[in-house]
């Protein structure tokens, strides 16, 4: 389908529901309803709060507009005229929004009123377009589809509270999620996916399964890894670092805080303090040291300060360092999500430090490795995503245009030599430079942010970082940022929604689970258990006073590769009879046979 024809419809469907809403509270005060992944929301302001139970009504009510098709009729409107007509509304947040316009030229809220005003006499507009669906009036640029019957399919799909322009500071409104589709089908295909997701839900499953948990007493945000996950972790770890290591890299570790001026140097405190903690003040308990401390939220100046400690030749290039670095940084409240959005998280971090002659050739190893580790993970299918300037922003953005475009066009160049399909994410760079990103698609088809290869024009300079070169001239190093995981939080969530819990025997936390029938083969099972773990094959037993079938039962849900059901046969048989994880069926097979097999998908990694 066509992507602007699906977003027009979405766009559409968002100001049918605030027609709805009209309908259903005449003195709703309106917000802003665009676009999102799948769908739209809207926002309101209204006399009183929301239940699920309101969805329906509301729901009833757009589909009886719908079916009346009415017209989107678009309107050209002077400023102050457009002002005197939502003041007339009774409508405050259009208003706000108008008068934006009228300042700066834009309603874009990244933007300080310093650096609009500069700007505003090139951007103000003399005049904005409205919208109108029945009673319903909208301030809006659109596009929007004809008439209500040119509508697709769509649900209503929650309710959640929103602060107005996503400021704490503004009153909190309320805002209707939805989803649209083109047709019934589509929708109907998206629900099923969204079915199926809610079974794999990480949190879901991380409680079931004993994984891991999330405690408001040790605060939001911080994760909290069981026994069992902690094994998965182990297990990811080791291979992370074994694989760095066989590419070149070293391994170091650095603090968790540093002083104030690492982060000033650094560029942190001018462009990321929003997400960093506040200081730690150390002046009343230290009158020597009077200074700050910050808790790292990334681990990147440390590495810097690690090449700086000694003299570099341009024979030591290039120098690549790796860090399972614990960082910190403060993400609000309303965006924590389980493992996938926190506080506190270990990121798989690594730098690459080059000559200029050599920085082609990183960026394609870095591609080849995130392409084979995520393989590994059973993620074959990468979206690429060359992340760039937004032209429009000129203050995100360290300001040296060559650079800039040097690092660009190179980029765009390795990916279009690889012929790797990818698209370009305008205004995604960093405010140090333009990255590479790879995000996994998942089982379900979903994207998940992981891989990511960013070059640094920042901090090079801002450390003053050099290397002697073959002319005896010192001269500036290229720097690398790059994470073929991402966060070990993150990635090990997504892992869990990717198997549905059902991790490959390597990664399993228990990979045979042997569950015993009566008391008298204790000592057998246990003998057998030993044997198990001198092979290095993790085994947990079940020696609980349970029913056979509740401990098969429990087995199963466990999600536990194979499973040994031990009874009087079993007990005086040579042979193994083995469950398979999903299977109802036995097999039967020699203890040695099957030492062989588990060994084989472990170092095989399948």
């Excluded at 719908?66 to 405050?92: G, H, M, R, S, T």
């Excluded at 290869?453 to 050099?466: A, C, V």
Aim: hydrophobic share 35%; charged share 30%.
């Amino acid at each position: 389908m066509n992507e602007n024809k699906i977003e027009i419809i979405r766009h559409s469907t968002a100001h049918l529901i605030a027609a709805a809403i009209l309908e259903l509270f005449p003195n709703a005060k309106f917000g802003v309803g665009p676009t999102v992944e799948n769908g739209f929301y809207y926002d309101f302001d209204l006399p009183r709060s929301l239940t699920p139970e309101d969805l329906p009504k509301i729901d009833k009510m757009a589909r009886q507009i719908l079916k009346k098709n009415i017209k989107f009729v678009c309107q050209e409107l002077d400023i102050n005229e457009a002002i005197d007509l939502f003041q007339k509304a009774d409508q405050p947040y259009k208003i706000e929004l108008l008068n934006d316009i009228k300042k700066y030229g834009t309603t874009r809220l990244n933007f300080s009123e310093k650096n609009l005003s500069g700007q505003a006499e090139d951007n103000k507009q003399k005049q904005v377009s409205i919208y109108t669906l029945g009673r319903f009036v909208d301030l809006c640029r659109g596009p929007h589809i004809s008439s209500t019957q040119s509508l697709g399919a769509f649900k209503l799909t929650k309710i959640a509270g929103a602060y107005w322009r996503g400021d704490e500071k503004n009153k909190m409104l309320q805002r209707i999620y939805g989803v649209a589709f083109e047709n019934q089908q589509e929708l109907s295909d998206y629900l099923k996916l969204q079915e199926e997701a809610e079974k794999r839900d990480h949190r879901k499953l991380g409680k079931e399964l004993d994984l891991f948990s999330i405690d408001d007493y040790v605060g939001p945000g911080l994760v909290l890894w069981h026994p069992k996950l902690s094994i998965v972790r182990e297990q990811i770890e080791l291979y992370w670092r074994r694989e760095h290591y066989q590419r070149g890299y070293q391994y170091v570790y650095t603090p968790h805080i540093g002083l104030s001026n690492l982060w000033q140097t650094s560029g942190h405190l001018e462009n990321f303090q929003e997400g960093m903690y506040p200081p730690m003040l150390m002046a009343e308990k230290d009158e020597i040291e009077k200074t700050k401390y910050y808790v790292k939220p990334m681990s990147c100046p440390f590495h810097v300060r690690i090449y700086k400690s000694q003299l570099r030749s341009y024979r030591d290039l290039p120098l690549r360092f790796c860090e399972l670095g614990s960082v910190y940084r403060f993400e609000r409240s309303g965006v924590l999500h389980g493992m996938l959005r926190v506080r506190g998280f270990t990121q798989d971090d690594a730098h690459v430090f080059c000559r200029e002659d050599q920085f082609v050739d990183e960026i394609n190893k870095i591609i080849d490795f995130a392409l084979d580790i995520n393989k590994v993970f059973g993620f074959d299918k990468l979206n690429v995503y060359l992340s760039v300037r937004d032209p429009k922003i000129t203050d995100k953005y360290i300001q040296n245009e060559h650079i800039w475009k040097f690092a660009e066009k190179i980029l765009e160049e390795i990916l279009v030599k690889r012929k790797i399909k990818f698209q370009k994410d305008i205004g995604g760079a960093k405010f140090y430079g333009p990255a590479v990103d790879m995000k996994a698609v998942d089982s379900l088809g979903r994207e998940w942010q992981g891989t990511t290869i960013q070059l640094d024009m920042n901090l090079p300079s801002r450390f003053q970082m050099t290397y002697i070169d073959k002319d005896g001239k010192e001269k500036t190093p290229i720097m690398l940022h790059h994470t073929v995981l991402g966060s070990m939080e993150r990635f090990v969530g997504t892992l869990i929604e990717h198997y549905a819990g059902a991790f490959p025997v390597w990664l399993s936390p228990v990979q045979v689970k042997l569950v015993l029938v009566n008391e008298k083969h204790i000592e057998f099972v246990q003998k057998l258990a030993s044997e198990f773990k001198k092979e290095n094959i993790r085994v947990e037993l079940d020696i609980s006073n349970e029913t056979v079938g509740n401990k098969i039962r429990k087995a199963a849900n466990e999600k536990v590769p194979y499973m040994l059901v031990i009874g009087d046969k079993e007990a005086v048989s040579d042979k193994l009879i083995i469950r398979d994880r999903g299977s109802k069926d036995t097999r039967e097979i020699s203890k040695e046979e099957f030492f062989k097999e588990i060994k084989e998908k472990i170092n095989s990694k399948k």
